[in-house]
């Protein structure tokens, strides 16, 4: 059945992709980012490829009222989300005493507080209905501390551990909840965050169109946790072998800065 999806970071990579993911699959989309021409381009050209309706909502989610005012622009237009997708985040490579406070305070804002602020909003009429859900983009970093990147992988074992909670809280209610944990994408991520100058990332990427489609259907089978990539299914399962102190220093060797 077709619904309504509110997909955040829209504006490219993962996100966009799940965007047009979520459209080929004949739902009207809601595409939410801070880059609001690059939005339009998007819903432009979703309107086109797949006639379904695309609404652009402008919204800085590291912001203490960006969800409040979010949700005042879908209560204004009368959109009632049937499918949220958390998707915005981001990430800093470097020293936790030496990278900025207020970008990694930033970063919990997006990553974490904003998910959760607009889970919270959006999932009481998603129970009173029944159907839809939601799809929260954590990582592969979730599964292990990240030394000089510890705030992002903190971050991102936040979102598996809340997605988790959520699908045993939910269960019988009819509605999906998952997280998509992907491993290195093709996407501005890795210049954004310094990534992409580590061997570890640059040699294992992904391409943002096959991580979003195996989101898409893993949602679409409501698979508690998706991981695109069997390099990365098997990074996963090894993770869970070795003794947490090992894997954190193996981390911070490839993280080195
Ligand atoms: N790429 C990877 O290797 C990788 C691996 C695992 C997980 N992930 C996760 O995948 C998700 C998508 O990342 P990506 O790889 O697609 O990176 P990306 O191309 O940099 O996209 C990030 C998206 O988040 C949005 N965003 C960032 N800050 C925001 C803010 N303050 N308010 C609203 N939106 C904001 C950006 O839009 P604007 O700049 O227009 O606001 C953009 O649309 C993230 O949660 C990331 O942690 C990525």
């Known amino acids: 059945m077709s619904q309504t999806v509110l997909i955040t970071g829209a504006s490219s990579g993962i996100g966009k992709d799940l965007a047009i993911q979520f459209a080929k ?4 989309v809601v595409l ?6 690059k939005l339009q381009d998007l819903a432009e ?12 909502i402008r919204s800085d989610l590291a912001t203490s009222d960006g969800v409040d005012q979010l949700c005042n622009q879908l209560r204004e237009q009368a959109i009632h989300v049937d499918t949220l ?3 915005a985040g981001f990430g800093a490579l470097g020293r936790f005493s030496e990278l900025s406070i207020d970008r990694q305070t930033a970063m919990l804002m997006v990553n974490v507080v904003a998910l ?3 889970t919270r909003a959006l999932l009481p009429a998603m129970i009173r209905r029944g159907e839809g859900g939601i799809l929260n ?14 705030v992002y992988y903190a971050s991102k074992a936040y979102v598996l551990s809340f997605t988790e909670g959520l699908r045993e809280e939910l269960a019988g209610t009819g509605l999906h909840v998952c997280c ?3 491993g290195a994408t093709e996407s501005n991520f890795g210049d954004d965050s310094g990534m992409s100058k580590l061997d570890m990332f640059s040699s294992a990427t992904m ?11 893993g949602y679409c089978d409501n698979e508690d946790i998706i991981i695109p990539g069997w390099k990365n299914r098997l990074m996963v399962k090894s993770t869970a072998l070795l003794p947490r102190s090992a894997m954190r220093k193996l981390v911070g060797k490839m993280q080195r800065v």
Not at 137 to 150: D, E, F, L, R, T
Request: no cysteine; hydrophobic share 40%; net charge negative.
């Open 25 to 28: 699959g004949g739902n009207d």
């Open 32 to 37: 939410v980012a801070r880059s609001e021409s």
């Open 45 to 56: 050209q979703i309107r086109q490829d797949f006639h379904v309706a695309a609404t652009v």
């Open 85 to 87: 997708v958390n998707n």
């Open 116 to 118: 959760t602020r607009l």
């Open 137 to 150: 983009v954590g990582s592969i970093a979730g599964y292990q501390a990240g030394p000089n990147m510890s």
């Open 180 to 182: 998509l944990a992907p």
């Open 207 to 217: 391409s943002s169109e096959a991580v979003a489609k195996a989101g898409y259907e």
